[in-house]
């Protein structure tokens, strides 16, 4: 009986093989369709992130509505009470400062210990638009302005007038009146005319005005009247480009007549040689450098933050930014400091 079962057992013993191999055939059938499935789908998920360009939003992307209205400069300065000093190489300290009178001649070790002992540091105060507009840190209120008019004021500062500021730059010069100080104004707006003319005629202070001619019929801007009377009572007016543009924009061509038209104009209209800039939005390139220096221009100031010193290179010569948001005591450090160090 045995014998005669014997013969069945080898077929179905290989059907139940074949059968293992057909599962197993079949379970990576299934996987190399998933596999393949998930390839073909990636690609498509993987060119939808790939396809987004990665765009940069800078503060100047967007087109204003009201060209140069104050808001513009919001995301250029801080926001916090915190505006850092001049970076760490640019020689200010003592240290560095021994360390280069020590390299100079002997002929000028003794001059200079004439009359101090290193470079003078001197806040370049910079200012844009002087009326009431809550958050907007470019603005400060008339009272505002009036309280630090009357700190540096009743504290023994000095307001420099542009050519003294030049002339202590220059060298011709080796002494600056006890705790000097600049006022720079950007732009031209014609709330300065109404709020720091009359207060600055009261303390008898100096004062710097950056202009575009191509502003001055636009109503929320100086006149060239009202500029005229500014120079008179002694504020010292230069150029800040004929239609305050983003220079580095701009076609070499395009920029020379911005330079160069604000300064005709600016020369012929107050009867004077102006020969020093400011960067409109504190933008500029090696195009725009160039060009200065081709037009006769000496000095140009940028909106990097610091104190001002001799060391610095001519044409990017640093200053402090008002906030108009921030409260006497942030400001008076950074007037001192060239930093804040005290919230505000």
């Avoid at 200012?127 to 603005?139: E, F, K, W």
């Amino acid at each position: 009986m045995n014998r005669l079962l014997k013969p069945t057992e080898g077929p179905l013993k290989s059907s139940f093989i074949s059968y293992k191999w057909y599962a197993l055939l079949l379970c990576c059938l299934v996987l190399l369709i998933s596999l393949s499935w998930s390839r073909l789908i990636s690609p498509s998920v993987r060119s939808a992130e790939s396809d987004i360009p990665l765009q940069i939003q800078t503060p100047f992307d967007s087109q204003m509505s009201e060209p140069l209205k104050p808001s513009v400069y919001m995301s250029m300065f801080p926001d916090a009470s915190t505006v850092p000093a001049a970076p760490a190489n640019d020689p200010i300290s003592t240290t560095e400062t021994s360390a280069s009178v020590a390299s100079e001649t002997a002929q000028t070790v003794v001059a200079q210990a004439t009359t101090q002992q290193q470079p003078q540091h001197i806040p370049v105060l910079n200012y844009h638009s002087i009326t009431i507009d809550p958050g907007n840190r470019a603005v400060i209120t008339p009272a505002k302005f009036e309280e630090q008019m009357l700190y540096l004021s009743k504290n023994g500062y000095h307001t420099l007038t542009l050519q003294q500021f030049i002339d202590y730059m220059d060298g011709t010069t080796t002494s600056l009146p006890k705790k000097p100080v600049l006022l720079t104004f950007d732009d031209g707006y014609a709330d300065n005319y109404e709020h720091a003319l009359p207060l600055l005629k009261q303390l008898n202070f100096h004062a710097t005005l950056f202009v575009s001619p191509g502003t001055t019929e636009d109503g929320y801007f100086l006149n060239w009247d009202q500029i005229k009377e500014m120079h008179e009572a002694g504020w010292d007016i230069q150029p800040h480009g004929m239609t305050h543009p983003h220079l580095p924009k701009l076609s070499a061509k395009s920029q020379a007549f911005e330079i160069s038209e604000a300064k005709r104009q600016i020369d012929e209209q107050l009867k004077i040689n102006t020969t020093v800039f400011c960067y409109p939005y504190g933008e500029k390139n090696e195009t725009t450098l160039k060009l200065l220096q081709e037009h006769g221009f000496r000095y140009a100031f940028t909106i990097d933050q610091g104190l001002t010193t001799r060391d610095q290179n001519r044409l990017l010569l640093k200053r402090l930014f008002v906030n108009g948001e921030e409260s006497i005591e942030p400001w008076i450090a950074r007037l001192e400091q060239g930093s804040v160090k005290v919230k505000s």
